[in-house]
C-alpha cells in the first residue's frame, strides 16, 4: 500500500479509537431528577459517604467504613470501586447465590461483608434510596446484562500476576513506607484512613479479603491521591493486610429476622 493510503489508516484508525474512549468515558449526570425521586437519590448519596453514622444506614453496619472508603469518591471515582453505569449490569447472574440478583440484592451484600453488618430488609428506605443513587449514576448507559457475574462495566479488573509470589514479608516494609501514617500501625485506623483489619474492618466474606481482589484495587486505589504502586507492591501488601486478624463470615449472623427480609413500599399520602 502506499504511504499515503497507510497514513489515511493510520488516522482513521486513532480517530475511531479515539472516538470509542470519547463514548465509553462516563461521566455524573449534571442535575438530580426533579421532585421526591430527586430528593431520594441525594438521600442515597448521603447514606453512600455516612454509612456508619447515618441513623437510616447506622444499625445495618458493623465496622467503622461507609461505602465511599472502597467505592471512592461516594463511587464517582472512574476506576476505584466506580459506580459509574454499573446499574446497567442488571438484573445478573451471581455464581455465589446460584441465582440471578438485582442491583438492590448487590448493594445488600455490600452490607454483610464488606460492612461486616446486618442485610437491610429489600425495600427499605435504606436500600431503595442507596440503590436509586447508583442507578441514577448510570444515566444514559445501555442495558448490558451480566450473565457470567454481578459486576459492572466498570469494575476493577483483576491484575495479571502469578499470586505464589505475593509476599507478605516485603508487603510489611511496603505498609510501612507508604499506608501506616494514614492507616496506623496496628492497622486500626486514623483520623487519616479507615481501619484495614480487626474488629472493625471488612470481613474474611467481603471481595477485598481475597488478595487478588485487594491488590487490584490498591493498584488503582492507594495510596489515595497517589495511586503508585508496582503490581509487586500492591500484591505483597495485600497479602500482608490479608494476613492479620479481621471478623469471620457466617451468613445466618448476617441475615435479619425472616419477617424483616423484605418490606412493602408503602407510605400513606399526607392528608
Ligand atoms: C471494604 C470495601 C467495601 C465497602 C465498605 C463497600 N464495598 Fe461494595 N464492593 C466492594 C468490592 C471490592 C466490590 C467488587 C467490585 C469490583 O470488583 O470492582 C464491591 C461491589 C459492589 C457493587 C457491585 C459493583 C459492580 O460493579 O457491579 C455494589 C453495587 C456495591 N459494592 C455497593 C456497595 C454499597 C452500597 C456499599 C455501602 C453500603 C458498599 N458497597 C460498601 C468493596 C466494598
Ligand atoms: C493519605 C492517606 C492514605 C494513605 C497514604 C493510604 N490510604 Fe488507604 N485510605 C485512605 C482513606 C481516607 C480511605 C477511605 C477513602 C474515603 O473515605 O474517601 C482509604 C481506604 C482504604 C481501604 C479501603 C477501606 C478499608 O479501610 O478497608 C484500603 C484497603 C486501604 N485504604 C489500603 C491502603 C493501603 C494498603 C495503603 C498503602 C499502599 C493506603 N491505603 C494508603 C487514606 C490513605
Redesign the pocket.
Known sequence: MSIHRFLLCVCMVTATSAWLLAEEEPTVPNAYPAGPLGEVVRLGEQLVYETKDHPLSKPFVGNQ??C???H??GGTHPDAGSFLQTAAAYPAWSPRENRVITLEDRVLNCFMRSQNGIRPPNGSQVSVAITTYITWLSTGSKIQMNEKKPLGPRHVPELEFDWSKANPVQGKE??KT??L???GQDGQ?TA?????WGPQ??NDGAG?SRVPK?AS??KV?????DPS?TKQEAAD?AAY?NRQQRPRFKLEEHLPKAERLGEYNFEPAQP
Do not use: A, E, F, R
Request: proline content about 9%; glycine content about 12%; aromatic content about 12%.
Open positions: 467504613l461507609n465511599t472508603s472502597c471512592l469518591d511496603g505498609y507508604y499506608c501514617d494514614c492507616h485506623g487519616d484512613g479507615p481501619p484495614v474492618s471488612y477485598l485487594l484495587w490498591l486505589g492507594m495510596p489515595l491521591d504502586l501488601i493486610i
